[in-house]
């Protein structure tokens, strides 16, 4: 059996039962990307009533741990990905070995989006800064939990971002795991 030599660190999304939910979206972008990437799916807390912050701390030393070359964050994980690198500084410092940064159907908390104690995505971005991954955002056009015109909130907070827009694609990206794996790989270290 060949050693994955590409480590990707899934984030789940929250609320009651995301870990599971989120399991089968995570195994098939496992299986679309082959035995060449290790995906890593680590249980944040309190799914059901996440704290920013501590999601926040969970993420980053779940990526000291993976060595992970990629990060996808998934609903309101991506949300609070998107958070950190909004406000910067160290915090955002810790995403800058990455390969890239995908975010999948993340809820733009702020003006406009929906609201949330905690989050900084109204105030001028930090994320274009240089040093930082590639940042590629996922939007399905047939979600019916986060709205599709919050890819336009993002495009405006993160002007360097790549938006992607999936017809026909709902919250959970069934069926969309190969399209998001052939992107990854296109994104892959040589």
């Known amino acids: 059996m060949t050693t994955p030599c590409v480590d990707l660190l899934f984030i789940q999304g929250a609320g009651d039962g995301a870990h599971e939910a989120d399991r089968v979206l995570a195994g098939a972008l496992g299986q679309a990307l082959g035995s060449d990437f290790r995906v890593h799916f680590p249980r944040l807390p309190d799914e059901g009533a996440p704290d920013n912050d501590v999601w926040k701390q969970a993420i980053s030393t ?3 741990r993976t060595r992970a070359t990629f990060l996808v964050a998934h609903s309101a994980a991506g949300a609070v990905v998107a958070d950190l690198l909004a406000q910067g500084g160290g915090g955002a410092a810790g995403l800058a070995s990455l390969s890239a940064i995908v975010l999948l159907a993340p809820p733009f908390v702020g003006a406009g989006g929906w609201q ?4 900084h995505l109204d105030r001028p971005s930090a994320a274009d800064a240089a040093g930082l991954p590639p940042l590629h955002l996922y ?3 047939a979600d019916e939990t ?5 890819a336009e909130l993002y495009g405006r907070l993160f002007k360097a971002a790549i938006v992607h827009r999936l017809p026909g694609c709902g919250h959970q990206f069934e ?3 190969a399209r998001l794996a ?4 296109a994104l892959a270290p040589a």
């Open 146 to 150: 986060v709205p599709p015109s919050h």
């Open 116 to 119: 949330l104690e905690g989050f």
């Open 139 to 141: 939007f399905g056009l």
């Open 62 to 64: 779940a990526l000291r």
């Open 175 to 177: 069926g969309w795991a």
């Open 182 to 185: 052939r992107d990854l790989r």
